[in-house]
């Protein structure tokens, strides 16, 4: 039995001294890219990402200031137009479910 013990600890010890070996080797051999690539790469990248980020806060202020000016349902629901058929759907079947609930509790009760 401790014979066993004894050789998994060594079996441990090795792998985990392998892997640091590997671990210490590894950053080295990474090859170096130039330094002008990647940064005309990342600046290439920040500008895409402040674009899409101008465009979605433009849209998302839009949306405010509709949603702030709606005074009734029907006002805010225009601020929405893509979502219409969502509550269309969600009418529909609120109005079709309702005696079905009714008779599955009047049934439980």
């Known amino acids: 039995m401790k ?22 080797t590894a ?3 990474a090859p170096a890219a130039p330094a002008a690539a990647s940064s005309d790469k990342k600046a290439q990248h920040e500008e895409k990402f402040n674009d899409r980020k101008a465009k979605i806060l433009d849209r998302l202020q839009k949306k405010q200031a509709c949603v702030q000016a709606a005074t009734d349902g029907k006002s805010l629901r225009a601020c929405f137009p893509k979502m ?5 759907n969600r009418k ?14 009047g049934g439980a009760q």
């Open 3 to 24: 014979m066993k013990n004894l050789l998994m600890m060594m079996a441990l010890v090795s792998t985990m001294s392998a892997s640091a070996a590997m671990a210490q």
């Open 27 to 29: 950053p080295s051999a």
């Open 84 to 88: 219409e058929k969502r509550w269309e």
């Open 92 to 105: 529909g079947g609120a109005e079709k479910g309702a005696p079905a609930q009714e008779e599955g509790q």
